[in-house]
Every structure is written in C-alpha cells, then in structure tokens.
C-alpha cells in the first residue's frame, strides 16, 4: 500500500467518524409524534403517583431563601455535589420562563428517556435519563400531564458549576462510551423469578425509581458498572451503602418493606442523610403492592 493510499484511509476514516459524531449530536432521537400530554384527572393523577415513586421530589423540591426546603413545590434549586462538579436541580413547574411551561409530548420523551432537551442538547447525567431510558410512553406523558398541571413558579436556579473541559459537547462522547460499555448483565432472574411481580420490581428499581444511580459504581468516567449493581458507590463525599443480594443477605420481605416505608432497618436504627428525603418523599408514598414488588425484586 502506497503512502497516498494509506493518508485517504485514514483521512476517510477520520471524516467518518466526525460524520457520526454530528449525527449523533444533531439528529434528535425518535420518539412517537403522535405522542400528546393529557389533562385527564386519571393521568394527573397516575403523574403525581410517578413523580413519588421516580424520585423527582427529592431533587427538584424547592431551595427556599433561608436554606430549607419545600417538597411541595418543584421549582428546583437542590445542589447536587460529585466529583464532575455541582449540579443544581432545574424548576419543572409550568413556568414558561424558567421552567417546562412550553414542554409538548416529545420534549418529556426525548428528556426522560434520552437525555435530550427541547433544544436538542445533551441533558448532564446528573438527571439520570439512562434509568429513565426503560420507562414506558405512557408513565413519561402521565409524569407530563402532572408537572404541566402545577401551578407554575418563577424562579430560575444557577448555572451547574463544572470544570471547563467538561461540556455538554463532551456527553456525545460520554453517552456513547456509555452505550458500549454499561451493558446491563444478561442474567437479570432466575426463570422461576420471572413474575409480573419481579417485573414490577425491577421497573420500579433499575428505571423509575433509578435506584443504581446512587447505589451502583461507577469507572473514573462517571459511567455506572452495571456488572456490580447496587454493590454501594462513592459521590463527592458521600459513602451510599450497598443494597446487592450480598448486603441484603439477612433482610427479608418484611423487613425491606418496612424500611422503604418507614426507613427502618432491621436493626431497628434509622436511616439517615439523604436516603431519609427518599424515604419520606417517594418510597413511603408507594402502593402497598408497589413496595411489596420492589422488596422481593432486592431479597430475591
């Protein structure tokens, strides 16, 4: 092969992969465009549901000026500390100036499961969209019709604070490394745990609830190591505990349904931290069934 040969291989290469580098970044992701938000009381209310059970309070409940904070608005504001930076949760009332006033159907699609804004933009994975990425159509658009039926709060929260050579150009790259690398395990159940009830269990946990964002690892580049699911991790400064078969090796049912109602462990100590917002905002607001489901999902 001639010098000349060799230069246009790579050359052809390079622009290839340039190419798919800006579809990827360019091209917005496919959802239903016949998708629409409902402002039947039955999807507000599976919304409001959903938005308990998916964490959404915890992180977007409202800073007030003093400090403390108000789960009953969703206005934003929370910080979120990590070793990529500090992470300021938005306002996801109906404000069409600081919030998701002008959201439509595809906008929640393409946010919760692709990471997307309306803007076409890469979402920081301080929002965990990846979970969210296995939610179904119809739990995404009644979370829609719930936060679009709030009354809308004007107040705009800050710039996320980050290192300068982390960008949202740089979650392309990200995301992809992510998609070859985050594979999920393949032996998710034992064929005798493939219930509806373990189904339910583990959409609850690895997608709504997002609970592997907190409790699972991640490798130097923020990418979560799905081969030691919920196996415990390090954020910022925080130590979060492990929730695998290994350190849930003495609970039962009983008692991981009473913990995500009261956060009680079996030792009869109490949760604390950040896990105690949980608690009291999305696990302890759980149908009985729903907790029930996520118990057997972590004691199987």
């Not at 979402?123 to 039926?149: K, Q, T």
């Not at 923020?222 to 078969?245: C, M, P």
């Amino acid at each position: 092969m001639n010098q000349w040969s060799l230069r246009m291989r790579i050359l052809t290469f390079c622009v290839a992969v340039v190419l798919a580098i800006a579809y990827f970044l360019f091209t917005p992701p496919s959802v239903d465009n016949n998708a629409v938000i409902s402002n039947d009381d039955d999807a507000i209310a599976r919304g409001a549901y959903l938005v308990n059970a998916g964490g959404c309070v915890s992180c977007h409940l409202a800073v007030e000026g003093d400090g403390s904070t108000n789960p009953a608005i969703l206005s934003g504001g929370h910080a979120l500390v990590t070793d990529f930076g500090t992470f300021y949760a938005p306002n996801i009332t109906p404000d069409v100036d600081t919030g998701i006033g002008d959201w439509r159907a595809q906008d929640f699609l393409r946010a919760l499961k692709h990471g997307r804004s309306p803007e076409g933009s890469f979402y920081f994975p301080a929002f965990p969209y990846r979970s969210y990425a296995g939610l179904n159509d119809e739990d995404v658009l009644d979370i829609g019709a719930y936060l679009l039926s709030l009354n809308p709060v004007n107040n705009a929260v800050p710039e996320h604070e980050t290192p300068w050579w982390l960008s949202r150009f740089a979650l392309v790259g990200w995301n992809l490394l992510a998609d070859l690398t985050g594979g999920r395990e393949p032996e998710l159940m034992t064929a005798q745990e493939e219930s509806l009830l373990m189904q339910r269990g583990a959409y609850l946990a690895r997608n709504l609830g997002h609970c592997g964002e907190c409790h699972t690892p991640r490798n130097g580049l923020g990418i979560s190591q799905l081969a030691r699911e919920f196996a415990g991790a390090q954020i910022g400064e925080d130590t979060i505990e492990a929730i695998d078969s290994e350190a849930l090796e003495e609970w039962d049912r009983n008692s991981f349904d009473l913990f995500l109602l009261l956060g009680m462990k079996p030792d009869a100590d109490f949760v604390g931290g950040d896990m105690s917002d949980v608690i009291e905002h999305n696990t302890s607001r759980l149908t009985d069934a729903d907790r029930l489901a996520l118990a057997a999902f972590f004691t199987r």
